[in-house]
């Protein structure tokens, strides 16, 4: 544990260094997005099909292979540092080793959680924790198994809340009945507490099922407002953007994208089904998704960044004020790579997409698969800056349930606050509008401790400790 301690200390002590050093990666092409020139490198290659991208506490990505490997990359040089190979993973066309996500408290618990497929008298998929000690991940405890699985439609992307429990989406496995059936973990997203349990709150006592049919989601995001989304595939129609909510259906196999036939408008009517935000026929083959806050890109900010695998391209999607619906046409980019389906945002609003043509359904490159890192060269981090640093008004402080933030005066132009915890890991973002000068953060979902809020403007970067207590 020391072991790991130092290593994200030191890393996170590193990050301003890392931020201010421009990259020396090979330069691939450029394309604008809005007023920004972005600069498309290539970090790594000769990868394996990257099936899942995300940024860790020590400033590195954790990367998936489908093949069963699971790896850090340094966002710098490119380096990939193997952690372990799993032996059990079984790869059949779209399955293998899927999703990640890491534990929010890694100093002290620091455990990974991967699902993958593997045979037990059949194909099946299982949630499973590692533990990482000493630069390798062992210990494997299985915390959700058996679950029926086929060569196709296994989701399957993993996400941690700040309540700390934990999303899981699984596919129909052709089986489409079963997203409907509340009994099958089948075309659903399944939540469950850390150490595997349920959660007394689900939307059922005692089941898993957040919410139910679904065909083939491979996309999940979480926005700093708190909404869900979800991206998910159609079968030869309607690849769909879902807004996540509890208990909510999504209508596969009866319904195909929106409530807009009459067998469908009944059957919505009758089971609570959520419309999608946004539908695409024909099909994308729509994958992994992020949702942008950093100023580096300002285009991008408050918007879904959405891969797809058959169109081949990263689709920026503006989301309204509110977050509950998809504002203007969409822009599209990155679409001379082939498939895509891996991304993460680094704290520096640099973006990370891996490449998934060696998964047989492209003719691969020869340095594919690949990471391809998208920046702005021109973007200075708020924490290398030359700004005054000026305290904020925070109130109460110390704080038990929320604290609330003021500028001496109004924002001339859209700021981020953030709440940072005593590593410096991000745990909260909001976007405070032009003319307002305060703001709330939630803090009932993090344990007690030492934090710091930070925002920038053009006055400065304004900074101020707050101890949370309960």
């Known amino acids: 544990m020391k072991h790991l301690f130092t290593a994200v200390l030191g890393a996170i002590l590193l990050t301003g260094a890392w931020a201010a050093s421009a990259q020396t990666l090979p330069v691939l092409g450029t394309f604008a997005a809005g007023s920004t020139t972005v600069t498309v490198s290539a970090l790594t290659t000769n990868l394996q099909v990257p099936w899942e991208l995300v940024w860790g506490p020590d400033n590195f990505i954790w990367m998936t292979e489908r093949g069963g490997r699971i790896s850090r990359v340094n966002p710098t040089t490119g380096a990939v540092t193997p952690l372990t190979t799993l032996a059990d993973v079984v790869t059949s066309s779209e399955g293998g080793l899927l999703g990640m996500a890491l534990h929010p408290d890694f100093t002290t618990s620091p455990y990974v959680y991967v699902v993958y497929n593997y045979n037990d008298n059949g ?10 000690a000493n630069g390798t991940l062992s210990q494997p405890l299985v915390l959700l198994g058996n679950i029926p699985a086929t060569s196709t439609h296994s989701g399957s992307r993993l996400l941690i809340l700040p309540d700390r429990t934990l ?22 997203i399944l939540r469950l507490n850390l150490d595997g349990t349920i959660p ?19 996309g999940l995001v979480r926005s700093p407002s708190g909404r869900l989304y979800s991206s998910e595939h159609g079968p030869n129609n309607d690849d769909e953007l879902n807004l996540i909510e509890a208990n909510r259906n999504y209508g596969w196999p009866t319904v195909e994208g929106l409530c807009n036939l009459s067998a469908e408008q009944a059957f919505c009517s009758a089971n609570n ?33 959405m891969l797809s695998l058959k169109a081949s391209r990263l689709t920026q999607l503006t989301l309204t004020a509110a977050g509950d619906a998809v504002a203007g046409p969409e822009q599209t980019f990155l679409t001379t790579f082939g ?36 920046e702005n060269l021109a973007f200075v981090p708020t924490a290398t800056v030359a700004q005054k640093t000026m305290p904020l008004r925070l109130w109460p402080n110390p704080a038990q349930h929320s604290v609330t933030l003021q500028l001496p005066k109004a924002l001339s132009r859209v700021a981020t606050a953030e709440l940072r915890d005593a590593l410096g890991r991000l745990v909260y973002t909001t976007q405070m509008a032009v003319g307002t000068t305060t703001t709330t953060l939630p803090l009932t979902n993090l344990p007690a401790g030492i934090y710091s809020t930070q925002v920038a403007t053009t006055d400065g970067h304004f900074v101020q400790r707050v101890v949370l207590e309960h």
């Open 339 to 374: 498939r895509l389906r891996a991304i993460c945002v680094s704290p520096q609003g640099r973006v990370y997409v891996g490449t998934s043509n060696q998964d047989g359904r492209a003719t691969p490159g020869p340095t594919d698969d690949r990471i391809l890192v998208l």
């Open 273 to 305: 089904v959520r419309e999608p935000l946004s539908v695409w026929t024909p099909t994308l083959g729509v994958s992994g998704l992020a949702y942008y806050t950093s100023s580096a890109i300002p285009a991008w900010q408050g918007s879904l960044l």
């Open 167 to 188: 999303l899981m989406t699984t596919g129909d496995a052709q089986q489409q009945p079963e997203a409907q059936n509340r009994a099958s973990l089948n075309g659903k």
């Open 200 to 218: 007394a709150d689900n939307p059922v006592a005692g089941s898993p099922v957040y919410t139910l049919g679904h065909r083939n989601p491979q």
């Open 123 to 132: 194909y099946k998929e299982k949630l499973v924790r590692l533990t990482y």
